[in-house]
C-alpha cells in the first residue's frame, strides 16, 4: 500500500547458506514514501518474488530471483513455509518458518504436493474452481472467484474474497456456526470477539475448502483450513479473556490466497514448470492437531471448462466496442457540459494491470 519514488541501481548481495556466493542484483533505494512504511514497523524494504511483469519501473528490470536463477544457476522454483497456525497474530516474537530457493525440502511438508497450473506471469495467478464452508458448495458462478484475478500471495495477510463471494462465505459460516447472533463487526474486521481464555471458540465455527484446478484439467483438488486459521488471536488483549479477530476480507480486484490459507501449507512456486504446488505443513497444527488438509482428485464436470476471465482487446469486436463506448461517453459528456447539469466529467472505471498495490499486500498487524 501507499507508494515510494527512489532510484535504481545493482548492489551485491552474499547468500551465506546453500546457494553459496555473491550475486548481483538490481536493487531501488527509497528516497520518499507515503504511507508505505506503516508506523512502528521493523522493515526497511520489500523483496518481490513474482514476475517481471510487475518490476518497476517495467518488465525489463531483472527481478532479484530471475538474477539468482541465471547467476547461480539453481532450478527455477523456490518454496516456502508460513508457521503460525493458533499464535497471536500481533505482539513481537516470530512465528518460524522457510524460505527455500532453488527447490523443495522434502522436511517441510507431509503427503503428496498437488500442483494447479499458473494462468499468467505477472502475480501467482491461479483458477479456483468452487468453494465451500462446512462441506457445502456455495453454488456460486465458478467466474466469481476468479474476478478479476486469483492470486497466492504470502505478502497478503488475509485471506482476501470478492465481495459477492465475501458476503455468501460470511452468510454460510454464521448460518453453520454454532453462536446465534453475532455483531457485523467481527466479520468486517472492526471489532474483534472475545471469550473466556479457558474456552477455545474454534469448535463453534465450520472448515472452508478451496478448489483449485489439477494440472489434468478434467480434475481438481481442494485444500482445506480449520477455524484455527481464520479465527485468529490477538495477543494482549485482557486478562482474563482471550480476542479474536476474522482472517477473511473483502476484495475489490482479487481473490488474494494470502498468509491466512498458505500457514496451513508447504506452498512450492515452481516457475520451471508453471505451477504452483500445495502440501500439508507439518506446522500447521494446534494442540497436537492438523489444522489444514489436502484432499483429491475430484472430477471438474459440474464447473464450466474455463472460470478465468479471458478477454482481450486485441479482437477487433472489442476494439470496436470500446471504441463505441468511448465515443458514447464524449457526447454524454459534451451535452452535460452544455446543459451545465452536473460537473463536467465522466467517470470511466478501468483496470490498470501497472498499478501493483493491493490494499492489503504488505503484512500489517501480523509480524512474523
Known amino acids: 500500500q501507499g507508494s515510494w519514488t527512489g532510484v535504481l541501481g545493482t548492489d551485491v548481495i552474499t547468500i551465506p547458506k546453500g546457494i553459496y556466493g555473491s550475486y548481483t542484483i538490481n536493487i531501488a533505494t527509497i528516497l520518499e514514501s507515503e504511507n508505505f512504511f506503516l508506523p512502528g514497523v521493523k522493515w526497511h524494504g520489500i523483496l518481490g518474488l513474482a514476475y517481471d511483469a510487475l518490476a518497476k519501473p517495467s518488465s525489463s528490470v531483472e527481478t532479484f530471483f530471475d538474477s539468482l536463477v541465471r547467476q547461480a544457476k539453481i532450478p527455477n522454483i523456490f518454496s516456502l513455509q508460513m508457521c503460525g497456525a493458533g499464535l497471536p497474530v500481533s505482539g513481537s516474537g516470530t512465528n518460524g518458518g522457510s524460505l527455500v530457493l532453488g527447490g523443495i525440502e522434502p522436511s517441510l511438508y507431509n503427503g503428496d504436493i498437488w500442483y494447479t497450473p499458473i494462468k499468467e506471469e505477472w502475480y501467482y495467478q491461479v483458477e479456483i474452481l468452487k468453494l465451500e464452508v462446512g462441506g457445502q458448495n456455495l453454488q456460486l458462478d465458478c467466474r466469481e472467484y476468479n474476478a478479476d484475478k486469483a492470486i497466492v500471495d504470502s505478502g497478503t495477510t488475509l485471506l482476501r474474497l470478492p465481495q459477492k463471494v465475501f458476503s455468501v462465505v460470511v452468510q454460510a459460516i454464521a448460518r453453520t456456526s454454532l453462536i446465534q447472533e453475532f455483531s457485523s463487526g467481527f466479520w468486517t474486521g472492526s471489532q474483534l470477539a472475545c471469550w473466556d481464555k479457558t474456552e477455545r471458540p474454534w469448535s463453534l465455527f465450520p472448515k472452508l475448502s478451496i478448489y483449485l484446478r489439477d494440472e489434468n484439467s478434467s480434475r481438481s483438488f481442494r485444500i482445506s483450513i480449520l477455524p484455527q486459521l481464520y479465527i485468529q488471536p490477538i495477543l494482549g488483549i485482557g486478562e482474563n479473556l482471550q480476542c479474536y479477530r476474522f482472517g477473511i476480507s473483502s476484495s475489490t480486484n482479487a481473490l488474494v490466497i494470502g498468509a491466512t490459507v498458505m500457514e496451513g501449507f508447504y506452498v512450492i512456486f515452481d516457475r520451471a514448470q508453471r505451477r504452483v504446488g500445495f502440501a500439508v505443513s507439518p506446522c500447521a497444527e494446534v494442540d497436537g492437531s492438523p489444522v489444514s488438509e489436502i484432499e483429491g ?37 459534451l451535452v452535460l457540459i452544455i446543459l451545465l447539469l452536473i460537473p463536467p466529467r465522466c467517470q470511466h472505471r478501468y483496470t490498470d494491470n501497472d498499478v501493483v498495490n493491493d490494499e492489503s499486500s504488505l503484512v500489517r498487524h501480523r509480524w512474523k
Open 297 to 333: 482428485p475430484f472430477t471438474t464436470a459440474d464447473v464450466a471448462s474455463n472460470c478465468v476471465s479471458s478477454v482481450s482487446f486485441h479482437e477487433p469486436v472489442l476494439w470496436i466496442a470500446s471504441y463505441a463506448l468511448m465515443s458514447l461517453c464524449a457526447i454524454i459528456l
